[in-house]
C-alpha cells in the first residue's frame, strides 16, 4: 500500500522517524486487514484550526477534533467493509490535528509517537468501513487498533 504522509504544521516538530513510525503502522494495519493489490492512503497532519474548519465543513461541528478521516468509497450497512480491489484503489484521507494529539498524549501518559499512530490506525480503519457509534462496533474497533498497534510495537 502506498502511504502519503503530508505535515502541514509548524507548531510541533514531526522529524523523520516519527514519519517513519506512521507509515510501518499504516502498512501495517493494511496487511491486517486484508488491504492488497495497489491501494493508497494520504495522512496530512495539520493544526487545530484546520482541523476544526474541515470538521465545520464537512460535520457541522464548530470545535476541533483529534482526527478525520473522508473515505473515497462510503459503503452501506450490509455492504462489506473492503474487498480487495484487485488494482489501483484510492482509499482515501486521514487529517490528524498534531496539537490535539500533543494534548491526548499527554493525558493518556503515552508518547506523541503512539498517539499519532494510534489516530492514524483509527482514522485508516473509518476509511474500511468501521465505526464505533454502537458498543459492539466500539469494541471492535478498540480491538482491531490495540491488535494493530501491540503489532508493531506500540502498546499503551
Not at 522517524?17 to 486487514?33: F, G, I, K, P, Y
Not at 499512530?117 to 474500511?128: P, R, S
Not at 458498543?135 to 482491531?144: C, K, N, S, T, V
Amino acid at each position: 500500500m502506498e502511504c502519503s504522509i503530508n505535515n502541514q504544521q509548524a507548531d510541533y516538530p514531526v522529524g523523520e522517524e516519527l514519519l517513519s513510525t506512521l507509515n510501518r503502522v499504516l502498512q501495517a494495519a493494511a496487511a491486517a486487514e486484508g488491504v492488497a493489490g495497489e491501494a493508497e492512503v494520504s495522512l496530512t497532519l495539520v493544526d487545530d484550526a484546520a482541523i476544526k474548519e474541515l470538521n465545520r465543513t464537512y460535520r457541522g461541528v464548530d470545535a476541533p477534533t483529534d482526527v478525520l478521516s473522508f473515505a473515497l468509497e462510503e459503503k452501506g450497512p450490509d455492504e462489506p467493509a473492503y474487498a480487495d480491489p484487485g488494482g489501483d484503489k484510492l482509499l482515501g484521507d486521514i487529517i490528524i490535528s498534531v496539537p490535539t494529539a500533543v494534548r491526548q498524549a499527554g493525558e493518556y501518559g503515552h508518547s506523541l509517537a503512539r498517539e499519532l499512530a494510534f489516530l492514524a490506525v483509527h482514522g485508516f480503519l473509518h476509511l474500511l468501513g468501521y465505526d464505533h457509534d454502537t458498543a459492539a462496533g466500539a469494541a471492535d474497533m478498540e480491538a482491531r487498533q490495540e491488535a494493530i498497534l501491540a503489532g508493531v510495537g506500540l502498546r499503551r
